[in-house]
């Protein structure tokens, strides 16, 4: 009996991401397709069905046993049922998802016993507590706090595991924990009675730490795939920075929900996601490509300008060019992942595509990553 291929959920996961790019527009304004489900669902299909997949797919890559590829499959899967009129299975079978990934990290664990694992683990944690809260209150914001620790867990945790190579001082590292703890005790607090003000100050910390002790520093001082990797952790950190202090100090805003949550989903989480591609996804399905052109700077630097003009209206509450650059940002997600793809396609060397082990893959990693530092 077969077991599951990486290629099976791919197409899914760029479902989930279609339809969720353009449930944003909807909700921004945009009525040429209007399919109502994918403006409601918007964050479920972002967060659950596409990033909870593609994190869920990484993860399961490095295990032995690819039944536990089902548990991405499942995440992706689930946007059918939001988008054909049963959010509530839909929301269960996330839920059903995110347990899956709990337990995938709890065997994780076991084999890298590491403190970045464990954090890796809470943030798996994190997503099921917050798909749970979305089924008992049918209500997103109750959920949200829960999605962006989900995310911020899971890639700082990684950034952790990659900075190994790095020397940090040990009082820096107790600093980082504590940002962390401090995110979580945000969490447990009452959103707008203290918890929205702990929160953006644990984002703050954690972002000015990045900047100083993360490798990404000694990557964009040099040139190519490298510097491509360091400039977009950079802006993926200061977006960072800038989503604690909105979150922490512009409540009264009008656009307070849109600002706090698209500087998080959009500008941090989706820079980490463009600097991560040209290692992470050859590693994910086992090919070897060198997925870094020049090409992608366009497509980044059209998501990034396209994305601070838009925050700009929000924030100065103009809304016809919030409307026109937040479907340019769209527009620029699916090129950069479409560019992926074809770069992909075409320096995929067929005759040795395949990498045996899950381990190889995050070797290579380990190995660009080392370079960054050492300059070898």
């Not at 945009?30 to 972002?46: R, S």
Request: aromatic residues 18%; hydrophobic residues 60%; proline residues 3%.
């Amino acid at each position: 009996m077969k077991t599951i291929q990486p290629s099976w959920i791919l197409p899914f996961i760029v479902f989930s991401l279609l339809s969720g790019v353009l449930g944003g527009w909807i909700r921004l304004g945009f009525v040429a397709i209007p399919l109502g489900a994918a403006a409601a669902h918007h964050g479920l299909l972002m967060v659950g069905c596409f990033l909870g997949a593609l994190i869920s797919l990484e993860r399961a890559m490095v295990m032995k046993n690819k039944y536990w590829l089902a548990v991405p499959l499942a995440s992706a899967l689930s946007m059918f049922f939001l988008l054909g009129g049963w959010p509530i299975l839909g929301a269960f079978l996330l839920l059903a998802a995110s347990l899956g990934l709990v337990v995938l990290m709890y065997f994780q664990t076991l084999k890298v016993p590491e403190i970045y694992t464990y954090i890796i683990t809470l943030g798996a944690a994190a997503w099921m507590l917050g798909n749970f809260a979305y089924i008992y209150s049918d209500f997103v914001p109750m959920a949200t706090g829960w999605w962006m620790a989900f995310l911020l867990f899971t890639i700082l945790g990684k950034r952790m595991e990659l900075n190994k190579f790095s020397p940090t001082p040990v009082w820096a590292r107790y600093v980082f924990y504590a940002g962390l703890a401090v995110f979580g005790l945000g969490l447990l607090l009452p959103f707008h009675q203290w918890g929205n003000t702990v929160l953006g100050f644990a984002l703050l910390i954690l972002s000015i730490w990045l900047v100083r002790f993360d490798m990404a520093r000694f990557a964009a001082k040099k040139s190519g795939q490298f510097r491509y990797i360091g400039i977009g952790l950079l802006t993926g950190y200061f977006w960072l920075a800038l989503n604690g202090w909105i979150l922490g100090w512009m409540e009264g805003h009008s656009f307070y929900y849109d600002l706090y949550l698209h500087t998080f989903f959009l500008g941090f989480t989706f820079s980490m996601i463009w600097a991560h591609a040209p290692i992470i996804f050859p590693a994910v399905f086992r090919i070897k490509a060198d997925v870094f052109h020049p090409v992608l700077w366009w497509g980044w630097g059209i998501f990034q300008i396209s994305l601070v003009v838009r925050i700009a209206s929000s924030l100065a509450g103009w809304s016809s060019w919030r409307y026109f650059f937040g479907m340019v940002n769209g527009f620029s997600i699916i090129a950069l992942f479409l560019s992926i793809g074809v770069i992909v396609y075409f320096r995929w060397n067929v005759n040795a595509s395949i990498i045996t082990d899950g381990l190889v893959g995050k070797a290579k990693i380990f190995r660009s990553e080392e370079k960054m530092v050492s300059g070898k």
